[in-house]
């Protein structure tokens, strides 16, 4: 398959059963960048069986996933390398990789060059005799990731590396949940359709939403920007589109997109908050990422901060959210939205003074928020994203001045804050992130 080809070599894709279709109007297509290659030889019904055991291929065996994860989130890598992190002897590694090599998961591309270093794992000292490194063939699966949102679902096809090939968006009339699902459905066909994809060239579909989402049965227990309560999502979807379907709250879907994919690639500890009308929080510990037991961890917009605050949509008093999410910055400010408070902000006279003062008092119960989570987890780095990441600029020196008073032993001065502003495809990638993790046989 030439590069200039369809991304998955194939015409037409079989619509699933079940659920009706959303409006198939809205495709429009990434990048055009898909390697050459991508056989999917001996792979056709094995993903439909679902994600625990990994791809139906070389990866269903965890030693050589952990090799493959390795490979896909700090490549190029040398065998040497990959033998280091994991412990394994060099014709260990050499032994497990001969499989994913001779079915075009890795490729071999030759002798390492300084830009082929990984910047991102701890450091590896030269290991004497020039050797070849692997690549990762990221055109070898595809993946989707969906949003569900209030007012649309948004999907991307991507590949290996997160890289978006097509994007879709369908508008919902309705969060009713078999109107937001069979919106989910359609987005899937439209993108596999005009990207020439069989469903064997999907690594899984990755659905990311805000509120609670039950682990063990992927189903939504509370969204309340859906208004959904118990409402079963991945067995339903899975069934209808017959393919392996992974969902998880979005900002965990965020946290792990910037630390496989992103600007955490190599950092242990990393927390992601999402501003906007809710704050979110993706916590990875430890190189994982860290749900809970319950899937509830990272719900930072709900640390009790102000026993006298505003009320919270949860419905108790003073969460973080209910002092620095939209509403409250609107609200201080007199605005009709946070970009409006921007504007104002930036001009003379009360009303600018009411919005930056809007802005400091969110960025003080940030920083707030900050020290707790700092506190607790001692992160190397927090990255900001979200809908209202751009106006985190005008909170930023109320947040670290907060940040310092209430930080442990001089955490303020050494974690890195940075902010992600990049918004297109932020949510469906990090969705996509999600069932590439769980399609590769990571835990
Ligand atoms: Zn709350």
Known sequence: MSPSSAPCGR???????????????????????????????????????????????????????????????????????????TGLDASTVTRSLRPLIDDDYLRETGRPSASDQPVTRPAVAGRGRPVQVLSVNPGRHVALGVKVGPTAVSAVLTDLAATVIGRHTVPLASTEPSVALAAVCGAVDELLLAAGCDRADVLGVGVGLSGDID??????????????????????????????????????TLALAEHWFGRGRGVRTLAVVTLGIGIGCGLVLGDRLHTGVRGIAGEFGHLPLDPNGRVCTCGARGCLEALAGDDAICAVSGCESVAEAMRVAAGQGAAAERARSAFRGAGDALGRGFAGLCNLVDPELVIIAGESSA????????????????????????????????????????????AIRAGVGHL
């Open 215 to 252: 682990p063990g049965s992927g189903a939504c227990r509370l969204s309340a920007i859906l208004g959904w309560r118990d409402v079963p999502v991945r067995e339903p979807l899975a069934a209808t589109l017959d393919l392996p379907v992974v969902v998880e709250n979005d900002a965990n």
């Open 11 to 85: 015409s037409g894709s079989r619509p699933a059963a079940g659920l009706s279709r959303g409006p198939a109007a809205g495709v429009t297509r990434g990048p055009a960048r898909w390697p050459a290659g991508g056989q999917t030889q001996g792979h056709t019904g094995g993903l439909a069986r679902g994600l625990a055991s990994g791809l139906a291929g070389g990866l269903a065996d965890p030693g050589r996933a952990e090799l493959f994860s390795l490979a896909l989130r700090y490549g190029p890598v040398t065998r040497g390398q990959l033998a280091e992190w």
């Open 391 to 434: 106006a985190f600029g005008l909170m930023e020196p109320a947040a670290r001045e907060s940040l310092a008073v209430h930080g442990f032993s001089g955490i303020a001065s050494e974690v890195r804050i940075e902010v992600d502003a990049g918004q297109e495809d932020l949510w469906t990638r990090g969705a996509a992130s999600v």
